[in-house]
């Protein structure tokens, strides 16, 4: 059956947009001061990060005009692909600050924890959009899933990675609920989830350092709970309006990671109450235009990715937000299409292009 | 499609779940920023302060010539940011550095520097040395989070002088005792601050709160001392103490009687309070407002002043003294064996006799019930006398309504009755002053940090006692103590002195104690317009004698005799001629150095002034008294003959005192060696003897000699 595309999802696609806009400024705002002490150029980050958005917007137009149905053969491979190079940076990855997490050399490196996180929702929508009806056997039809989910897991563990690990794990389990795995499974399967991260979380000692601080951060106000007292402080610096833009004063290496991981908050301090609610409505726009995208799919598969990408995004944005504001334990994870980082943005960019693309399609 | 809508049912499950997510993300968010908001913002805000303390300068303390008493001088303290340091991961290194040049041990500076605070004091008050070797370290950015800052630091210049007037100030400049203490508002100031506005990394933040909030400087004072005076009230008690006497304590206050002010207050065993914490600190305080003692004697003014203005008692009045007196069952004994007979109230006076004071004390008594006390109380006595010090004692009054007859008649001769030197002096200066009972104060003048008086102290009149008439009438009694009864060795060539001797055994526990004594002497110069009121008390001396007339007045004699010099009071009579003679008239002495011999003579005679001649041939090349001073009509002025200048005769110098001495000499070429105090005897070589220019003259200096009295 020829289809016919129409236009893609135009309130998704601003959503988006305001999103990355808001990123790029704050990107510049959270790191001009540490990146003029660092690097001796205010605008270091900030001509990197609109250069990855260039980039990202340039991939998102073309995926948009690429046929999502034609990624269904491409699944397989790109899979391969992505477990082959999560190989790969465990041996000759850049290890920075105890983690290896990049492959390339300088700013042309990049995290194949992104590619595997689009490879694996695009290879689970082409999978279960064939298998679905078998996913009631735990052996013939759930099995396997889960087989690739630990191997893929383990392998962004030993970066080690948990943030990422959590959110692919976390993805794939909603996707499997929504593909209609079994509900006692499902069950099943969450409570096993929790448990490996309790486990991941007893058996290195920073996490469990990191975790007891989540409890009690004020116990350890210098060590442990440092980066979550500091985000708090951030945050509950903004108010309702924020100490206005550029007017921060927590991104100044009180913060951690202020461009990245908790640009979040040096937003909520910078925006307010305002600023940060923005973004939280934008993610939950994202979210609904996405979940109707998957709703109103032609297909299984289309529903499937759909709703896939848009968990993805929305995991790792709830995530990130519920460790900025104390809700979660810090992990290392990005705020998508907010925070710096290239392969992320770049890897999130193409994402949403297939969301659009998917739209195109939506009711025929 | 059973399937899709199977998907669909699970896809608006996922939805729900996912937006739920972030409906609880944004309830959190609003509770952080608004219900916690100023609690996070505050705490956020502190954890980015750093404050770095600026002390103010600590005001002058200055005598009432602005003489420095106390002063501020600059000195560093080093200051640690512990976050920096930590974050410059230098910290036993900086430690170790600190640690050798301040010489702490290096363990200790590790702690301070690396507390969980903002700010750190590593040492106060470094030496300027060893602050400019750190600062020049700082400078050299090897010193990362370690700041020199400037404080100040209190010194005394004079050492112990006046030490428990006062006072001294603790490591942060507050005053903890006397003056300082007292006046510790005043003198502080108001410290400054720089608050600081720090990154994490302990950089400044560009254009962040950053405020200099400067100190305002502390207010100077004037005091009432005179440090010339103080100087010379202790340079007597140290001479007491170094006596074979050797009392436990010597204590001497002086007054200007018509203003209250004090113009000395010295107390010994004293202390440095540049180094005070080397000195118990028993000795910190001021015993002369704190500490109440028997006045014994000294106290049987306060007697006859009550007695003669209520007029039971006139100066003509006979008493017998056989000795004792009877009161009740008890006996009172005279301190002169066998008694002084038959006399008048003014020879009583005289005699310091203890029956005459227990009659006069019981006729008050007779009169009205309570009269003596009301004197003693309007005298100022049992109350503290408002002095400008902390830590006033009030003295100790047997509560009236146990009072017996025979403690009125034992508190009319001074025991059985507590009093501090303070208040003691506070009421013979009413004595003095016609009548009224002042104010004692020790600041004059408050002046702020440019020198501008901002409050000036004028003398408080707390109530008139007895009328001035009385008041004259009991001086001219307490002249005759001086001029021929206990106190005789009070007695200051040309001046007339008035006072009261005191010898008091010490109460302790049980009764009083075998050979412990406070002897003390109290009196006024000139009696006729009294410029000072002093009061020496000797405590526990040992040996004999202990009596106030032989230990205290020649004190008093020396003390009050330099301080009328040096107040330039005039003589009023010779000091050969008695008491009783009117004083010749003052005359002002002519410069008649570089004259000759004849035309200075004739000036002098013009002036009323007779000559002395030293030496015999050439111009008059010094002169004693110096021109401008103010001497009675016929004093004796010595010439001193210039002869021949390469071949000088040693001059006589006899009875001159040590500052006239060197004078003479020098005029001569000559140079004085000093030894002792008071006026010239022997000399070495003696006088008339050629030597040649610039030599040495030994000459020994003596106080005058005095008879040995009682009480």
């Known amino acids: ?364 | 499609m059973q399937g899709n809508i199977n998907v669909h049912k699970r896809l608006v499950l996922v939805f729900l779940v996912l937006t739920s997510c972030l409906a609880i993300i944004l309830l959190r968010l609003a509770w952080l920023q608004f219900v916690r908001g100023g609690e996070l913002q505050q705490k956020a805000l502190s954890n980015r302060l750093n404050v770095m303390p600026v002390a103010a300068q600590r005001g002058v303390i200055y005598d009432r010539n602005r003489h420095e008493l106390a002063v501020s001088i600059e000195s560093d303290y080093i200051g640690a940011f512990p976050p920096e340091i930590k974050d410059s991961g230098k910290a036993q290194e900086i430690a170790n550095t600190l640690g050798s040049i301040l010489g702490l041990p290096a363990q200790k500076i590790l702690e301070k520097i690396t507390s969980n605070t903002g700010f750190e004091f590593v040492e106060r008050q470094v030496d300027y040395a060893k602050a400019q070797q750190i600062k020049n370290l700082v400078k050299e950015k090897k010193l990362p989070g370690i700041e020199v800052v400037p404080e100040s630091r209190r010194y005394y210049p004079n050492g112990p002088l006046a030490a428990q007037v006062l006072g001294f100030c603790g490591i942060d400049n507050q005053g903890l005792e006397g003056i300082e203490a007292m006046y510790d508002k005043e003198l502080a100031g108001e410290p400054g601050k720089i608050v600081m506005e720090f990154d994490a990394l302990g950089h400044e933040i560009p254009r962040a709160t950053h405020r200099y909030i400067p100190p305002q400087n502390g207010h100077s004072l004037v005091l009432t001392i005179d440090q010339t005076i103080q100087y010379i009230a202790e340079r007597e008690l140290d001479k007491i103490m170094a006596s074979p006497t050797n009392p436990k304590k010597a204590n001497i206050i002086i007054m200007d009687p018509k203003t209250g002010e004090i113009l000395a207050m010295a107390s010994r065993p004293a202390f440095d309070p540049n180094n005070f914490n080397k000195y118990p600190n028993s000795v910190w305080g001021n015993p002369l407002v704190r500490d109440a003692y028997e006045p014994g004697s000294a106290f049987k003014i306060i007697t006859a002043a009550a007695a003669l203005e209520e007029g039971v008692v006139k100066p003509g009045d006979r008493f017998y003294d056989p000795g004792y007196i009877k009161v009740g069952p008890d006996t009172i004994n005279c301190w002169l064996p066998g008694g002084h007979g038959s006399e008048t109230f003014v020879e009583g006076v005289k005699n310091s006799c203890n029956p005459v004071f227990v009659q006069t004390a019981l006729r008050l008594e007779e009169k009205k019930t309570g009269l003596f006390y009301n004197y003693i109380r309007a005298f100022g006595f049992g109350q503290p006398t408002g002095i400008d010090l902390t830590g006033e004692g009030t003295g100790l009054l047997i509560p009236q309504q146990e009072l017996k007859p025979i403690n009125i008649a034992t508190i009319g001769i001074g025991q059985g009755i507590a009093v501090t030197p303070l208040q003691l002096v506070t009421a013979v200066s009413a004595v003095a002053n016609g009548g009224q009972l002042v104010r004692p104060h020790l600041v004059k003048e408050i002046l702020d940090d440019k020198g501008n008086v901002l409050k000036r102290f004028e003398p408080e009149v707390e109530r008139q006692v007895i009328s001035p008439e009385t008041a004259r009438q009991l001086r001219d009694m307490l002249e005759t103590v001086v001029s021929e009864g206990t106190g005789r060795n009070a007695y200051i060539p040309g001046y007339r002195v008035g006072g009261k001797t005191g010898t008091a055994q010490k109460a302790g526990p049980g009764g009083y104690m075998e050979g412990k004594y406070v002897a003390s002497f109290v009196g006024m110069a000139p009696v006729n317009d009294p410029r000072l009121v002093a009061l020496v008390t000797i405590d526990e001396p040992k040996g004999y004698p202990y009596y106030g007339g032989t230990l205290a007045a020649p004190i008093f004699q020396r003390v009050v005799a330099d301080a009328l010099h040096y107040l330039k009071v005039p003589p009023q009579y010779d000091s050969k001629q008695g008491s009783e003679e009117k004083p010749a008239a003052p005359v002002t002495v002519p410069n008649v150095t570089g004259k000759d011999l004849a035309a200075a003579r004739a000036e002098l005679e013009k002036a009323g002034l007779a000559a002395r001649v030293e030496g015999d041939s050439g111009k008059v090349i010094a002169q004693v008294p110096k021109a401008g001073a103010v001497v009675p009509a016929g004093t004796k002025v010595i010439l001193y003959l210039q002869g021949d200048p390469n071949r000088p005769r040693v001059p006589d110098v006899n009875s001159l005192r040590v500052t006239e001495a060197a004078e003479v000499l020098a005029a001569y070429g000559l140079q004085l060696v000093p030894e002792g105090t008071g006026q010239a005897g022997e000399q070495n070589p003696i006088p008339g003897t050629i030597v040649t220019p610039g030599s040495s003259v030994r000459v020994k200096f003596h106080e005058p000699a005095q008879e040995v009295l009682g009480p």
């Not at chain 1, 087989?147 to 563990?157: D, F, K, Y």
């Not at chain 1, 469990?208 to 985000?231: E, L, V």
């Not at chain 1, 334990?329 to 992320?344: A, D, E, H, K, Q």
Request: hydrophobic share 55%; proline share 3%.
């Open chain 1, 1 to 364: 059956m020829r289809r016919r595309a129409g236009p893609f999802d135009f309130v998704l696609f601003l959503a988006v947009m305001l999103l990355l806009g808001m990123g790029v400024i704050m990107v510049f705002s959270a790191s001009a001061l540490t990146s003029s002490y660092n690097y001796g150029d205010a605008l270091y980050f900030l001509k990197r990060q609109l250069l990855w958005a260039l980039l990202g917007l340039m991939g998102l137009f073309l995926v948009v005009q690429f046929d999502y149905s034609r990624l269904k053969k491409l699944a397989a491979p790109f899979l391969v692909l992505a477990i082959l190079l999560l190989i790969l940076v465990l041996v000759i990855g850049i290890t920075t600050r105890g983690s290896s997490r990049w492959l390339g050399i300088g700013s042309l490196a990049f995290q194949p924890s992104e590619t595997i996180k689009l490879a694996m929702v695009i290879f689970l929508a082409a999978s279960l959009a064939d298998n679905r009806q078998r996913l009631g056997d735990l052996a013939q039809g759930l099995g396997p899933y889960l087989a690739l989910l630990a191997v893929v897991c383990l392998l962004i563990l030993a970066q080690p990675d948990l943030g990422t690990a959590v959110a692919v794990a976390g993805t794939t389990f909603l996707m499997l609920a929504i593909a209609g795995a079994d509900k006692r499974h499902l069950a099943f399967l969450a409570a096993l989830g929790l448990g490996a991260v309790a486990l991941a979380i007893i058996i290195a000692p920073y996490r469990m350092a990191r975790f007891t601080a989540f409890i009690d951060p004020w116990a350890d106000p210098r060590g442990n709970g440092y980066q979550t007292i500091q985000s708090l402080l951030a945050v509950g610096s903004g108010g309702l309006f924020g100490t206005g833009l550029g007017q921060g004063r927590q991104k100044l290496y009180y913060v951690p990671e202020n461009h990245t991981d908790f640009i979040f908050a040096i937003l909520s301090e910078e925006l307010g109450f305002i600023g940060a609610a923005l973004v939280i409505i934008l993610f939950l726009i994202l979210v609904w235009r996405g979940f109707q995208t998957a709703f109103k799919a032609p297909d299984t598969f289309g529903t499937l990715l759909a709703a896939g990408l848009t968990s993805m995004l929305a995991l790792q944005a709830i995530i990130n937000m519920g460790v900025v504001t104390g809700l979660l334990p810090v992990t290392g994870i990005t705020l998508p299409l907010v925070s710096y980082g290239g392969s992320s943005l770049i890897f999130s960019l193409l994402g949403i292009g297939i969301l659009l693309n998917i739209s195109r399609y939506a009711g025929s």
